[in-house]
């Protein structure tokens, strides 16, 4: 069931273990012929589970759940969770912890999606001033995020305030304080997708001005519930407009229970064109169990893995091969300033790169939509000794499974021609490999968008 993630904080408090299916194996291709289909598997990259970190309700120096809980509060005052001491909590998250925990987390090879509010909580805009901030602390705080953050994090605006709808030819608040101009639950009537792209648009070229990239959106809570279908055109057109993306993609589902983590490719149009167009949405698969929207709760680190990963919910994603991504929100981190998210997040990295280190991949949510949609949508046709593959995205470390068995190494083909070198084990397989197994091969390497072969001599 997927549901979105505040939904999922509230239910999943009381969920218990869950059973779980096989590992990850998609079909060679939805169009390719039916033999390519059954005589090819496209495996997880490397053969390894994907994961990723993603982080909500971030921005630069305002403590989202400081400045957050008073507005929400004035929206619904009959809500005990929102009369919380919201005044004794720190109202800056410091670039001092958004270093300690960038290079802590790029020492540990954890990848992600981390946001960026635009507008946060109405206190300032990030591309003009952010008032209670000098501006030189604003600039140094987005060139941070672009030096540090963004080589291993995808950078999403999370609506542009993430508490009240801004009146776009205004460029101001709704005068409403409703549930209707609240983002976490905008909008209450029907939209269109233009509407809806535009609002989306607006958010992105804030960002786009602070020279931050991006190529996918967060909503915040439940943002789009009643318009799902129009939501997922709206990402692919404001993020192709605004930034010239070719696969936009977006965060907003958490996965629970049984049901597979892989991202699904939503308003798929023009496939047999040169051009493409899908938005990949990328679920998460836990609650944030670290410290909260607010950052005032009590961490549950083994409720995602265990000090040694004998358990918990990223284990038992591992152990049946889908993606693991796990959420948390900004605020949680920091903990009102006693880092015990932090701390238990980096128990969680350190047990589960102890136990899974070669069976898994920390990747970007970009790469990983990138990665199932070139594996979802590639059409391969077998031919003898070879592959024809064509590709409508290129993606890095696609993996094959082949049956039957080669005298020499496997090439793969093109524009350039490279002969893969051969590696003894899984874990050794990285791009430009392949690896023997018992009556099949597997092949490792870098796809490209367009045509390309992979061919071998039969033994």
Known sequence: MAINRREFLTAASGAGALTLGASWLVPAARSAPPVAASI???????????????????????????????????CYPQRADYQKPWKSWPREIP????????????????????????????????????????????????????????????????????????????????????????ENSYPREKKSVDELASYLAYALRILKNCDLPCEGITTPGGFGNLVKPELALAVHDAVRDVYGTDLPHYFKYVISGEENTRPKLEGLRDL?????????????????????????????????????????????????????????????????????GFQAFQQVVLALNQRFRDQTIWLKMSEIARYYAAAELTKIERRDSSLMLRAPFATQRFTLRIPGKVSVAPVVAAGETIRLKEVRSAAALDSGNWLREDGSFVVCFDLPKGESTVSWAAS
């Open 95 to 182: 670039d001092s912890f958004v270093r300690e925990f960038g290079e802590w987390c790029a020492e540990h090879g954890v990848k992600g999606k981390y946001s960026i509010v635009p507008y946060p909580a109405c206190v300032g805009w990030l591309d003009r001033e952010l008032p209670g901030w000098s501006r030189r602390e604003l600039l140094d705080s987005l060139k941070l995020v672009r030096e540090l953050m963004v080589p291993n994090w995808d950078i999403h605006p999370e609506m542009i305030t993430h508490t009240r709808v801004i009146d776009l030819k205004a460029g101001r608040p709704c005068d409403e304080i409703s549930p209707a101009t609240m």
């Open 40 to 74: 090819v598997e496209v495996l997880n990259p490397r053969m390894r589970v994907p994961l990723s970190f993603v982080i909500d309700d971030s921005s630069c120096l305002v403590n989202m759940g400081h400045f957050c809980m008073p507005q929400f509060a004035e």
């Open 272 to 340: 047999n064109s040169n051009d493409p167009k899908l938005t990949v949405n990328v679920p998460a698969a836990t609650g944030d169990w670290f410290g909260g929207w607010d950052g005032d709760r009590v961490p549950e680190p083994d409720r995602y893995a265990t000090a040694d990963a004998s358990s918990g919910r990223m284990v038992e994603l591992i152990e049946r091969g889908d993606p693991a991504v796990f959420l948390c929100h900004w605020p949680g981190m920091y903990t009102q300033g006693t880092k015990a």
